[in-house]
């Protein structure tokens, strides 16, 4: 399997990697206070820490839910935690021309589940030259990642993630599958990185937005890690029921570092 080279740390070797943060950027001080205490926990453990936030959520249930600060405040944002917390960062876009903007500030450009297949988004990733980590749709196979990854790779950028949330299944649920770990890893030879919040998600649960439930977060997690996982992905927030979206499914800062421990643990005693 590669291995991704991400400033002073390799995700996919030895140590696990967690990228955390907000679902959508709300505000500086909520980042701030996030991440902040996001690295203090990671640095506890010895744990690599990639901040997470977005400054859009563009594929929402309706146009009333919340999107984020943008492009322009939401990469200011991103950009003072990078240089102030010294952690590197990822977000999401929703649109090619967003790439070579968002590569001057995000060490990780993500591509959001829905738009997965999208050709023209994944190029303009790939042509930044920074890391891309790849969000597998909800409605493919891990075998189906092959190809869309093979974009990515054959346009000149191999440095390359695949998160995944799990698979829909009927109507409004999302089952997860965990030897799409194995397959990932071992036949498409990419880091998998397992999205544990996004995999309780409800889409539609409120009618008009996502629900989701988040006490089975970290049963997810653990079972990710446990088959192979190199990296887990966590919307995190300090009061996630006051959060502006996807809050249902966003664990609270502070139960984190329990969380975050046991899973590191796990991730140990598979490496051994």
Same mark, same amino acid.
């Given at each position: ?106 060490? /990780? ?24 980590? /790849? ?126 421990? /046991?899973?590191?643990? /796990? ?6």
């Amino acid at each position: 399997m590669n291995t991704v080279k991400l400033n002073d740390f390799e995700i996919g070797k030895d140590k696990l990697t967690i990228l955390a943060g907000p679902c959508a950027t709300e505000s500086r001080e909520i980042s701030f206070e996030t991440a902040s205490k996001l690295k203090e926990i990671c640095k506890k453990l010895d744990i690599n820490f990639v901040f997470k936030t977005s400054f859009d959520k563009a594929n929402r249930s309706s146009l009333e839910s919340y999107r984020g600060l943008g492009m322009e405040k939401g990469l200011e944002i991103l950009s003072e935690i990078k240089k102030e917390l010294q952690v590197p960062v990822v977000t999401d876009i929703h649109e090619p021309y967003q790439a070579e903007i968002t590569a001057k500030v995000a060490d /990780i450009i993500q591509i959001p589940a829905f738009l997965c297949r999208q050709t023209d988004l994944l190029v303009a990733a790939a042509k930044t030259g920074k890391i891309v980590n /790849i969000k597998k749709g909800q409605f493919l196979s891990p075998y189906q990642m092959k190809s869309i990854a093979k974009k990515v790779a054959d346009s000149g950028n191999n440095k390359i993630l695949i998160t995944d949330r799990g698979t829909t299944f009927g109507y409004n649920n999302l089952v997860v599958d965990m030897r799409g770990v194995q397959i990932i890893q071992e036949e498409l030879h990419y880091p998998y990185v397992f999205d544990a919040t996004h995999s309780v998600q409800i889409p539609g649960g409120h009618g008009g937005s996502s629900s989701g439930d988040r006490k089975f977060v970290p049963l997810l997690a653990k079972s990710a890690v446990a088959a192979g996982a190199k990296a887990l992905f966590f919307e995190v927030h300090p009061n996630p029921d006051k959060a502006l979206c996807d809050g249902d499914n966003m664990l609270p800062v502070d139960e984190c570092e329990n969380i975050f421990k /046991i899973c590191n643990d /796990i991730f140990k005693l598979v490496q051994k």
